[in-house]
């Protein structure tokens, strides 16, 4: 006769019962008073087993002893001492520990738990944390950033997480979680955790073989533990929010406030050396002429090493060869030179000799282009120029600033839309070539409204913060004039479009994407300087679209899995998980506009709509070190639930949004989680003080100290693989976005920023806010320092009218007036 054992808590409970070959269990969760069930082991099969090749084999556990909130099973057999661990963490929360060791030398493919998903078929929402679209494909560990899987039907949901504290301390093997909703074998969708091997399979999925086993010596140490927690009537924003808040408060608060790392140095001298790499060391900026007013750019890529090719101009008769060739070498592109690149740089061990090799060759070209892209866009480093010419007191970095706003200003038109890409036939040439657009990394002739929207926010944002230049907004109302022309009727903006003698053409590519969360944040740009009613109903038409289409979907389209180095087709779709392909890029274009729309109307759906595609993002943010990857992963962002890049040069473009979202919420994550990307925003740089928490990223970088020193490769771990990323350097999409996140940064918040609103204080450039104390007229706060006998800005929001007086480390720096703390107080520390 069966035994059955029970643990329960007010909404969640698991029913064990002890079967002659194997112990199974249910979990479930109450709804309506009963109980729910939503998650079972596999019938006949215990919730843990292990696999020898293809062959799934399963152990009975026995009953060990029972507390209020735990009960303990064990097994000690010929193979495997083991003792189980159920414990009720919370009301709604199990925490299960599996300690395990072998007893004797094994051989395995792997060691998972198992369950059937018995809620049912037919999901309301999924997450999973990456993609497995073929028979075989597992979601590897190289892509732990917030890892968990979530299933809401009706108004039940769970979620199993990982524990990434056991996975730090013991990782004998890689681990993989897996979900797949068309089982062969089983009646019921699968999810599983535990140790298997994978390997990186096409750009960028990961794959498990059954058939490689692997060795494990006498005596190792298996120890894994997860997390099953279930939701009873709560909305997609609320799950989401409580993950969340979840994976802050077990992994990061703590960290966060204990640990300047992955920050190293105050971030001006990241800055400096960032420039320095542009300016002085690559040489990659380049003054010219065009309608006759003084214009340059930053140079679009350039390549590390200790022999580069030289800058190549290119003049106009010489443009077509030009473009025939970026058909082929770009790594957009699947064809010619670059496949053959490509069938390297994504196989690990090849990659490593591709890297060696071009940073001691001369190997890639190094062409006089200017882009103003979605990635590569001179607009957007140009606003750090124009903050910190005025920290550093650089007039030189100003008029760079200035040049760049010319270039934008003074391009050729067509109903308001500009070229993409700027090729000067020399220094100080007014012979200019264009480009009309491009699709990622790949010229077109057809215009990009995206990367156009995008160039002109920066531009209103320049206005805005630093100088006030008319023919800002008249150029931002030319390109309304064309929004207005080609705005769907379902609101959508098209991201290409053709024209050819005053003829629109829309490209269907992308047409039902999350591209329009771009032109969102140009609209509402545009609204705050150029007020009007008809900006503001394009703007909300946007919204209803994204409120419609895009967030009940979860089809965060744009450009990059498509026509970047994924490749992949318009129609994917991925029915193993039920899942589209998301990429961060348009989820933050969503989460940014729809902030700034609530803010013009005060409109709270817009709010509770922007804080779900934020909610969306951080399960993108890396919430931990992962031990086995060889450079400080915490705080950075990953790219798309479809390639395995590890804190890629985007995560600058999300710090201000985070640190907004605090402002119209109080919620203390979003500072925080601002805070953590901004560290993570230069833990790339090549500098030899990154040498310690970084050694993936610089070792064997000859040119560290020379000439790459300060520059910054794009992202990590890119083939799915611990290594970094081969040698390209993009100075806009690196250095650019995490000095343009460090300007804004300290412009509106400062280094220090204390919140008179929340009565809450936040350490943000080499700071660590320790404790702090509101008193009446003063304010005592405790803080370590990264760097001591230096300058940090002080900053405040809602401050008093009657100065307050502010005492740091029980030492008084001064009785501060509100204009000054509102502004922006220098203090020595």
């Given amino acids: 006769m069966n035994t059955q054992r029970i643990l329960e808590k007010e909404l969640i409970r698991v029913k064990i019962d002890e079967n002659k070959n194997h112990t199974s269990e249910i979990v479930e969760v109450k709804h309506n008073n009963l109980w729910i069930p939503i998650l079972s082991s596999n ?10 090749n293809e062959k799934q084999i399963t152990k009975k556990l026995n009953y060990l002893k029972s507390k209020k909130k735990k009960i303990y099973y064990n097994l000690d057999d010929d193979d495997f001492l083991l003792q189980l661990d159920y414990c009720l963490e919370d009301t709604n929360i199990f925490h299960i520990r599996y300690k395990l060791s072998n007893k004797k030398n094994l051989q395995l493919s792997k060691l998972l738990v198992n369950y059937s998903i018995i809620l049912g078929g037919n999901p309301d929402f999924i997450w999973v944390p990456h993609l497995r679209p073929e028979e075989g494909l597992v979601m590897g560990d190289h892509i732990y950033r917030s890892p968990v899987i979530i299933y809401k039907k009706a108004e039940i949901a769970f979620a199993l997480i990982p524990d990434l504290k056991t996975l730090a301390a013991n990782h004998p093997l890689k681990s993989f979680m897996d979900f797949n909703l068309q089982p062969d074998k089983n009646k019921y969708p699968q999810i599983s955790y535990g140790f298997g091997n994978y390997e990186p399979f096409k750009h960028t999925f990961f794959k498990h073989e059954p058939s490689k086993i692997w060795e494990i010596p006498k005596g190792t140490d298996l120890t894994f533990r997860y997390y099953i927690i279930v939701f009873n009537n709560k909305n997609i924003l609320e799950i989401l929010q409580s993950i969340n808040q979840f994976f802050w408060e077990k992994y990061v608060r703590k960290n966060l406030y204990d640990s300047f790392e992955p920050q190293v140095l105050p971030y001006c001298i990241n800055v400096q050396e960032g420039f320095k790499a542009i300016f002085d060391r690559h040489r990659f900026w380049g003054d010219f002429v065009i309608n006759k007013k003084e214009c340059g750019g930053i140079w679009q890529r350039s390549w590390a090493g200790t022999k580069k090719k030289a800058i190549q101009f290119i003049v106009p008769e010489k443009l077509a060869l030009h473009r025939e060739r970026n058909s082929t070498e770009n790594v957009s592109s699947n064809v010619g030179v670059h496949k053959g690149i490509n069938d390297i740089i994504y196989d690990p061990e090849k990659v490593k000799w591709f890297d060696k090799y071009t940073r001691r060759h001369a190997f890639a070209p190094r062409i006089a282009e200017v882009w103003n892209n979605a990635w590569f866009l001179n607009m957007r480093t140009a606003y750090s120029f124009r903050y910190f010419a005025k920290e550093f007191d650089n007039i030189e970095l100003k008029e760079k600033a200035d040049r760049i706003l010319n270039t934008i200003l003074n391009l050729p ?45 920066w531009a209103l944002k320049s206005y805005q913060d630093f100088e006030k230049i008319d023919l800002i907004v008249e150029r931002s109302k030319e390109l309304l004039e064309l929004i207005k022309l080609i705005q769907q009727k379902n609101g959508a903006i098209p991201t290409f479009i053709g024209l050819k003698n005053e ?42 679209y994204l409120q419609d289409e895009i967030l009940p979907k979860n089809k965060w389209h744009d450009f990059e899995p498509f026509f970047s180095c994924t490749m992949l087709p318009l129609n994917f779709f991925d029915d193993y998980t039920n899942s589209h392909v998301m990429n961060t890029l348009c989820i933050y274009w969503c989460a940014e506009g729809l902030k700034e729309l609530f803010k013009l109307t005060k409109n709270s759906d817009y709010l509770k709509d922007g804080e779900q595609a934020l909610a969306i993002l951080s399960l993108f943010q890396q919430v931990w070190n992962m031990p086995y990857i060889s450079y400080n992963t915490f705080g950075g962002f990953g790219v798309q639930n479809a390639d395995a890049e590890l804190g890629d040069a985007r995560q600058g ?11 119209l919420t109080n919620n203390e994550e979003y500072m925080e989680r601002g805070i953590a990307a901004l560290r993570a925003s230069w833990s790339l740089q090549l500098l030899k003080e990154y040498e310690g928490i970084c050694p993936g990223n610089t070792k064997n970088i000859e040119t560290i100290d020379n000439v790459d020193k300060g520059s910054m490769y794009e992202n990590y771990g890119h083939t799915g693989s611990d290594y970094r990323m081969y040698g390209q350097i993009t100075f806009d999409w690196g250095i650019g976005t995490a000095a343009m996140a460090t300007a804004y940064t300290k412009n509106h918040f400062g280094d220090l920023f204390i919140d008179f609103k929340n009565q809450f204080v936040f350490g943000i450039d080499g700071v660590l806010m320790k404790q702090f104390e509101f008193k009446e007229n003063t304010i005592h706060i405790s803080i370590d320092v990264l760097q001591r006998e230096r300058f940090i800005i002080l900053k405040a929001r809602n401050a008093p009218k009657i100065p307050v007086e502010i005492i740091i480390n029980e030492k008084s720096i001064g009785t501060i007036e509100k204009e000054f703390l509102e502004t922006g107080y220098h203090i020595q520390i």
């Fill in 503 to 544: 003829k629109i053409d829309i490209d269907k590519a992308l047409l039902g994407s999350a591209s329009s969360g771009a032109v969102l944040m140009f609209l509402t740009e545009l609204h705050k300087i150029y007020p009007n009613s008809e900006v503001l109903t394009l703007a909300e038409i946007i919204s209803k």
């Fill in 43 to 52: 019938k006949s099969f215990s919730t843990l087993n292990y696999w020898i």
């Fill in 653 to 663: 473009l999300f710090v201000r949004t985070y640190m907004e979202y605090y402002l």
């Fill in 413 to 457: 038109r067509k109903n308001g839309i500009f070229p993409s890409v700027i090729f000067p036939a020399g220094l100080h040439s007014n012979i200019i070539s264009y480009i009309n657009g491009v699709k990622a990394g790949l010229y077109s002739d057809q215009y990009n409204i995206v990367d156009a929207c995008l160039a002109m926010y």
